[in-house]
């Protein structure tokens, strides 16, 4: 009897690649606010930047097409009395972004298509609810003018941007700060980890817990958590000897994980990025020089590993282009947009296909292509 020894994947081959000198974005002075969030939000117009700025906060929007130097004069978004913590560009309008800072407000701005020739300082609507800044920001991935806020008054709200008004607002359910929120794929539930090392399933409609885990990761360290599309939840945190680990958990079954892997021992907190398509979580630590990806499956052991981009200079943030967004003619499945201290890199995730060869002669005026295909072994008799 022949054993299968290799796992099959599609995405077992699965490379990071980062951009040319050419395509990334130069001169650009990333905020140094000590705040775990992602600093970049990117979509398929706009490339936005968490950056240095006197007197408030500031962030900058680039379109995508305006790589190279950018100038040191280059228009910024400037609004907010106190540093800008985390930007969120809506899913259903890509001229819409949100801004939430230090100074207890939430901003929604719209972004011309053309380049401003001055600082964009009047947003559509201020959010104002929070008594404490405000760190984490997440637009509703299905309804239209719903975004969500959490603060270090440890207090959720959910907005009608259209109106300004709160929706809902959670606001007993947390005994301390809020490490991170995120919206499962169609919007009914949310998973949100906190400093009390609580892993929480938040039904926002009946406004009450549904299932939660105590010491999910038994560290002090933040910890973070995705849903995946198979309803389970991934989680990074760190161990009680500070090592860093992730998990999968069932929301129907918290007593035991359908995973947990202890991997390196790093001070950085891992953020996850979740592509629903092809199943994998992309591991970015902040401080860290590498990308770790990982595909999820109903196949022990649930998690595997797949590969590790790295390169020289550590990352102080991370922008996720969203699906829609990629090159898929160029088989591109992920980019990533890395922030270095006075630059931003693209780094861009492929699958390898079928391998294919040109050869030219300077005889004939046309180019011979050779395909090679790998023909699975005959059996022998």
């Not at 990117?42 to 240095?52: G, R, S, T, W």
């Not at 009395?81 to 719209?110: E, G, K, R, Y």
């Not at 005994?175 to 929120?181: G, K, L, Q, R, T």
């Not at 943030?317 to 088989?331: E, H, N």
Request: contains cysteine.
């Amino acid at each position: 009897m022949s054993r299968r020894v290799v796992r099959q994947s599609k995405f077992r081959h699965v490379f990071g690649q980062a951009a040319k000198a050419d395509q990334a974005y130069e001169d650009i002075r990333v905020s140094k606010v000590t705040w775990d969030s992602s600093f970049c939000a990117v979509n398929p117009k706009f490339l936005a930047i968490i950056v240095e700025a006197g007197g408030g906060g500031a962030f900058i929007v680039l379109p995508l097409a305006k790589t190279g130097r950018v100038d040191k004069n280059y228009p910024l978004v400037t609004g907010h009395t106190a540093p800008v913590l985390d930007i969120d560009w809506c899913p259903h309008n890509d001229n819409v972004i949100a801004s939430a800072s230090d100074d207890t407000t939430v901003m929604v701005w719209q972004i011309p298509d053309y380049t401003p020739v001055r600082n964009i300082t009047e947003p559509i609507i201020t959010l104002e609810g929070h008594s404490k800044r405000v760190g984490i920001l997440s637009w509703h991935p299905t309804a239209r003018n719903v975004l969500l806020s959490a603060g270090g008054d440890n207090v959720i709200i959910i907005w009608n941007v259209g109106t300004g008004e709160v929706l809902l607002s959670l606001d007993d359910m947390h005994p301390d700060v809020i490490h991170s929120v995120c919206w499962n794929s169609n919007g009914s539930l949310l998973a949100t980890t906190c400093k009390d090392k609580t892993l929480r399933i938040v039904d926002p409609r009946k406004g009450q817990v549904v299932a939660e885990r105590f010491a999910a990761h038994e560290g002090m360290r933040p910890m973070r958590a995705v849903f995946t599309r198979q309803g389970h939840i991934f989680t990074t945190g760190f161990t009680r000897m500070s090592q860093r680990e992730l998990g999968l958990w069932d929301p129907n079954n918290f007593e035991e994980p359908v995973a947990l892997q202890e991997m390196d021992t790093s001070n950085g907190v891992l953020l996850p990025f979740y592509d629903a398509d092809s199943s994998i979580v992309y591991l970015c630590g902040k401080g860290d020089s590498s990308i770790r990806y990982f595909e999820i499956t109903d196949e022990p052991p649930f998690v595997h590993y797949l590969n590790t981009f790295s390169s020289k200079e550590p990352q102080r943030g991370m922008g996720f282009m969203p699906k829609r967004g990629l090159d898929v003619s160029k088989c591109e499945i992920a980019r990533f947009y890395k922030l270095h201290e006075r630059k931003c890199e693209p780094i861009i995730m492929t699958v390898p296909r079928k391998v294919r060869l040109s050869t030219h002669s300077r005889s004939q005026t046309c180019s011979k292509t050779i395909y090679i295909q790998i023909h699975p072994a005959r059996s022998r008799p």
